[in-house]
């Protein structure tokens, strides 16, 4: 097999881009690639700082790395979820990759803000991965806000937003799918704008990635995912694209120039704000307050039983 660019000896095959390259073409053919979504969807201006949302896995740390060869302006922003172990790992690979690259890494625990995801899934019924987006998405644009970032941007890659487009085309969760987008514009002054620059980027190409350029990434997924229905609808995907190589793509690309614009409603309601805590909300309290009230609630009457 012969590398496409160089015709060297191809290390890697891409079947849905009929394509195969050598270790030395295939880092930079994937930062073009990046580069290319960035420029398209217009996720980011050449001097705006972006601050990267880094778990510790593959995708947000190839994210970072291509995103400084590209030559952005960038910061790392980890939060400890508190999802035991996993954790831990999760986070010493985050700063690990920052030190040994002199990078600028902000690492909020949310332990120490006051509630971490363990704590919220054991004194609530919510699922763990519903209170664990709840508090991400606060802290994301809290931590871009109060530190002056224009644009966050996450490593969410193309098997996550095929497998969420499949769940919510299943579902015809409407509202959902109209804000389904590789770039969401901020609806109101505190937030800021969220971009996915591996949107067209595998799973498989960005642990390629890591592998090349010699990235330490947290190889075992998060406890909570194992059983989750994004997980079967991404099973049900990658048999599609055995079978029929670049459906992925097909799908997610066509629905963001297709079907997207068509349910966009760029003249929605804008949010209020949190009573407590000041950031955008729909309701009196934002979602991570109502969720602090609650585990506070239900912590106290515990131990007044207890006691
Ligand atoms: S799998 Fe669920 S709990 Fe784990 S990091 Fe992802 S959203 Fe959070
Ligand atoms: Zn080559
Ligand atoms: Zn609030």
Known sequence: MKCT??????????????AAFCRDCYVPFIQRQVERSISKQKMIEPDEHV????????????????????????TGLHLGLGIGEYSDRSTDTALAF???????????SLRDEGLAVDEAT??????????????KRYYFDKLALDRGFPVIATGHNLDDEAARLLGNVLHWQVEYLSRQHPVLQPTHEKFVRKVKPLYRTT????????????IDYVIEECPNSVGATQLTHKHVLNQLE??????KLQFVQEFIDKAQPLLRDDAGDSPGTCENCGMPSYS?????????????AKRERKEARAS
């Open 51 to 74: 601050l990267v949302a880094v778990s510790g896995g593959k995708d947000s740390l190839a994210l970072w790395d291509i995103l400084i060869e590209l030559g952005y302006q960038t």
């Open 122 to 135: 054991a004194f609530t019924n919510r699922p763990a991965c519903s209170a664990c987006g709840t508090l």
């Open 242 to 247: 055995a079978a029929s190589p670049g459906s």
């Open 284 to 296: 009196e309290l934002c979602a991570r307050c109502r969720l602090v009230r609650e585990v506070t």
């Open 203 to 214: 799973e498989y190409e960005s642990a390629a990635y890591c592998f090349f350029r010699k």
């Open 98 to 108: 920052a030190q040994q690259r002199g990078l600028q890494l902000i690492n909020v």
């Open 5 to 18: 660019r160089c015709g060297g000896r191809a290390e890697i095959k891409l079947r849905q881009h009929n």
